[in-house]
T-cell receptor, first 114, second 113 residues
Framework: AQSVTQLDSQVPVFEEAPVELRCNYSSSVSVYLFWYVQYPNQGLQLLLKYLSGSTLVKGINGFEAEFNKSQTSFHLRKPSVHISDTAEYFCAVSDLVGNYQLIWGAGTKLIIKP | EAQVTQNPRYLITVTGKKLTVTCSQNMNHEYMSWYRQDPGLGLRQIYYSMNVEVTDKGDVPEGYKVSRKEKRNFPLILESPSPNQTSLYFC????????????FGPGTRLTVT
């Protein structure tokens, strides 16, 4: 069965510093990979996704993620964070076939320190 | 504006009192889904629907019902709520079943006492 592990429940970082949010998954088959962001008191919205092709995926708001098949990871990065990036970030995977159900990680809260 | 709406946004109720959380989308999406979000557990799918009159169970369907009589609406029904259903609920929609972007509603925070 698939599972998703977000290794950090909270990541504090100073404004304008770089950040990496880690995501590892386990699956016996190839997968699609997603990062969603949840701003305070809002629903989730898609940041970026990996379906195929280049392993470096660029998303909205300056975020990018790199798919590493050998390490089964899909870490999210941003070179310089802003206070507006304060949010909870969720990694999710789905099968390439079947019902494409998303399996979600537990989330990582990004805390920006001024 | 393309959006998914949910009502109510906040609800406090008592054990056993039937309630319905409504969900509506204006994007003509075929696929709709309900999730619950609990601290440390991420999102777990309750039910999903691939089209009108087509629904199926997700990972945590016990204690919930859904219906899809119209394409735009996908209400979540708790016929006899219990305290372990206290959670944050999200409705989502996408163009179809597949690796498509899901559009989320703003969430409904339910407390069952």
């Amino acid at each position: 069965a698939q599972s998703v592990t977000q290794l950090d429940s909270q990541v504090p970082v100073f404004e304008e510093a770089p950040v990496e949010l880690r995501c590892n998954y386990s699956s016996s088959v190839s997968v699609y990979l997603f990062w969603y962001v949840q701003y305070p008191n809002q629903g989730l919205q898609l940041l970026l996704k990996y379906l195929s092709g280049s392993t470096l995926v660029k998303g909205i708001n300056g975020f990018e993620a790199e798919f590493n098949k050998s390490q089964t990871s899909f870490h999210l990065r941003k070179p310089s964070v802003h206070i507006s990036d304060t949010a909870e970030y969720f990694c999710a995977v789905s099968d390439l076939v079947g019902n494409y159900q998303l399996i979600w990680g537990a989330g990582t809260k990004l805390i920006i320190k001024p | 504006e393309a959006q998914v709406t949910q009502n109510p946004r906040y609800l406090i109720t008592v054990t056993g009192k039937k309630l319905t959380v409504t969900c509506s989308q204006n994007m003509n999406h075929e696929y709709m889904s309900w999730y619950r979000q609990d601290p440390g557990l991420g999102l777990r799918q309750i039910y999903y629907s691939m089209n009108v009159e087509v629904t199926d169970k997700g990972d945590v369907p016990e204690g919930y019902k859904v219906s899809r009589k119209e394409k735009r609406n996908f209400p979540l029904i708790l016929e006899s709520p219990s305290p372990n259903q206290t959670s944050l609920y999200f409705c989502a929609s996408s163009v179809g079943q597949g690796p498509y972007e899901q559009y989320f509603g703003p969430g409904t925070r339910l407390t069952v006492t």
